[in-house]
T-cell receptor, first 116, second 114 residues
Framework: AQKVTQAQTEISVVEKEDVTLDCVYE???????LFWYKQPPSGELVFLIR??????QNEISGRYSWNFQKSTSSFNFTITASQVVDSAVYFC?????????????FGSGTRLLVRP | DTAVSQTPKYLVTQMGNDKSIKCEQN?????MYWYKQDSKKFLKIMFS???????INETVPNRFSPKSPDKAHLNLHINSLELGDSAVYFC?????????????FGPGTRLLVL
């Protein structure tokens, strides 16, 4: 069965520290997509990144970087030089195809608190 | 130029009432979804519609009935509300082929059943 595990329930860091959020997934599909979403205290779900299972290149976007390793079924997310505005719940998700649609299987989320 | 919008943002109601949540997207997407986020922040899909046709129906009570009048709208009607229905309901949309099926979410509707 498809499953996403975010073992870190909550992480607390001091501003400017680097922090890595872990994500491990299980899937029987050979082609799949992985995602990270951010849910700030205001509550909306903000799309951060999508990764195709065929593309194992790591990606960097400003202070954000993602490390996709198919061999360990992991898709980890690192924030460099964290800021207070990074405080949020971060969700990792895996897409699962069902008929002509896709559904997202979410992990349980990691709450990141960045203290000034 | 809101991409995915939901109304209302907050909904407080009594047990047993019937209520509706509306969702609209202006992204030109063909597929729309409803997700439920419980008090522990766990997100789970409820329904998916593709071109107004119901595709995914997770094990959701019959009291929940989605309706898609056109590709840009997906509404959620809930009958006989129960305390356990209190949650945040998110609408989302995606293009079936482009953008890697990325789902873009609305702001959420916070439902509180008293």
């Amino acid at each position: 069965a498809q499953k996403v595990t975010q073992a870190q329930t909550e992480i607390s860091v001091v501003e400017k520290e680097d922090v890595t959020l872990d994500c491990v997934y299980e899937t029987r599909d050979t082609t799949y997509y992985l995602f990270w979403y951010k849910q700030p205290p205001s509550g909306e779900l903000v799309f951060l990144i999508r990764r195709n299972s065929f593309d194992e290149q790591n990606e960097i976007s400003g202070r954000y970087s993602w490390n996709f390793q198919k061999s360990t079924s992991s898709f980890n997310f690192t924030i460099t030089a964290s800021q207070v505005v990074d405080s949020a719940v971060y969700f990792c998700a895996l897409s699962e195809r069902e008929d002509s649609s896709y559904k997202l299987i979410f992990g349980s989320g990691t709450r990141l608190l960045v203290r000034p | 130029d809101t991409a995915v919008s939901q109304t209302p943002k907050y909904l407080v109601t009594q047990m047993g009432n019937d209520k509706s949540i509306k969702c609209e997207q202006n992204l030109g997407h063909d597929t729309m979804y409803w997700y439920k986020q419980d008090s522990k922040k766990f997100l789970k899909i409820m329904f998916s519609y593709n071109n107004k046709e119901l595709i995914i129906n997770e094990t959701v009570p019959n009291r929940f009935s989605p309706k898609s009048p056109d590709k840009a709208h997906l509404n959620l009607h809930i009958n006989s509300l129960e305390l356990g229905d209190s949650a945040v309901y998110f609408c989302a949309s995606s293009h079936p082929l482009r953008q890697g099926k990325t789902q873009y979410f609305g702001p959420g509707t916070r439902l509180l059943v008293l």
